[in-house]
């Protein structure tokens, strides 16, 4: 439920608000906005009883929030959550925002290398799996703790941000020190404790779609990080299961704009796992620019026939930088921006 007050609401009636929901034992989340200030009332499976609310001093109404989830929908926040990153770029609000690299990093000179010419291409964000969640327990895993200090370089040398993977409580923390952006992977979309973990992070996440989810469940699993008290999430469509066994996934572009009248959070494409083939990346990742995504994950590498893990799907940095100018393109077509792309660092140049 949300209690909205009127625009000349004083900063006391405001706080009488927010005792008198927590008289009725409920939590209150303040949320002020351009035009007026609303209280949250979070914390209640089902319909509360608005009248004491109704009658305070400054409330101007009272909307029951429809959806089960509730800080994640449009009806509790109607304007757009734009996350800002430390290296300028925005996700969410007009910008087209390009996460790119190795699925996994897999030794200094592979991240540093791809990293340079990633940045060189545009992109601001740079993606790098160091804990890895693979199907089989056989297959690399990922270099753990040195892989995010491998990115943590990586990021000193080209101003890139980083995103990378958490994959079970314990590690969120380890994550969030070294990355920018949390990433909670498909396998782990509704591992319950993880997004708790990570919603009291004090840093942005984002949330890939499991590969059996609903948008329903997606935006659930969400609710579970900004009711832990972490606003920042990025949603990500990956792909589902289909039946045709010609692409790995099926890339579900009529997400984004489902979730865009849904939701108020931000929400990006990954063609690369969302294909599984090198081929199908660059159509399907110009078509989620075009179907209004507010940016995109790509997976990159330096020599994808050896790559550690999904080479199948990862892109030559040739093929990167042509998509790069190509979304360009798109991205201005539909009346928006790319994320300014990262000048090279002043202690860099030579
Ligand atoms: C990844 O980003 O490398 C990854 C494992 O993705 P997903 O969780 O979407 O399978
Ligand atoms: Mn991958």
Redesign the pocket.
């Known amino acids: 439920m949300l209690v909205v007050m009127s625009h000349d609401a004083t900063p006391e009636e405001i706080e009488g608000v927010v005792r008198t929901i927590r008289e009725l034992g409920y939590e209150a989340a303040p949320i002020p906005g351009k035009q007026r200030t609303a209280v949250g009332l979070v914390g209640n499976d089902g319909k509360v009883n608005a009248d004491r609310l109704e009658s305070l001093a400054g409330v101007r109404e009272i909307i029951h929030v429809s959806q089960p989830y509730k800080q994640v929908s449009r009806e509790w926040r109607a304007e757009p959550t734009i996350i800002r990153l430390s290296n300028g770029t925005e996700i969410g609000g007009g910008q087209v925002a390009v996460m790119a690299g190795p699925?996994s990093v897999e030794s200094e000179a592979q991240i540093l290398g791809v990293a340079e010419q990633l940045r060189a291409a545009g992109a601001t964000v740079l993606r790098g799996?160091a804990f890895k969640?693979r199907s089989s327990p056989y297959s690399f895993q990922g270099l753990g703790v040195q892989g995010l200090r491998l990115l943590a370089r990586a990021r000193e040398e080209t101003g890139m941000a980083i995103v990378t993977?958490a994959v079970d409580p314990e590690g969120v923390d380890a994550v969030a020190e070294y990355a920018d952006i949390i990433?909670i992977?498909?396998?782990n979309m509704q591992n319950y404790s993880l997004l708790r973990r990570a919603g009291r992070a004090r840093k942005p996440v984002l949330l890939?779609r499991g590969m059996a989810a609903t948008v329903k469940e997606l935006l659930l699993s969400a609710e579970y990080i900004l009711a832990e008290g972490n606003p920042e999430v990025i949603l990500c469509e990956?792909g589902v299961r289909g039946f045709d066994t010609h692409t790995r996934n099926l890339l579900d572009l009529t997400a984004i704009p489902v979730v865009q009248a849904l939701s108020h959070l931000p929400i990006i494409a990954?063609p690369s796992?969302g294909t599984g083939l090198r081929a199908k990346v660059i159509p399907m990742a110009r078509a989620a620019v075009a179907a209004g995504a507010d940016g995109l994950m790509i997976e990159v590498h330096p020599d994808p026939e050896r790559a550690l893990s999904?080479g199948a799907q990862s892109l030559f940095p040739d093929q990167f930088s042509e998509l790069m100018e190509q979304i360009a393109v798109i991205t201005h077509a539909i009346g928006k921006e790319m994320a300014p792309a990262l000048t090279r660092t002043p202690a860099l140049v030579p």
Do not use: L, S, T, Y
Request: aromatic share 0%; glycine share 16%; with cysteine.
């Open positions: 699925c799996g969640p993977e990433q992977g498909a396998r890939k990956r990954d796992h999904d």
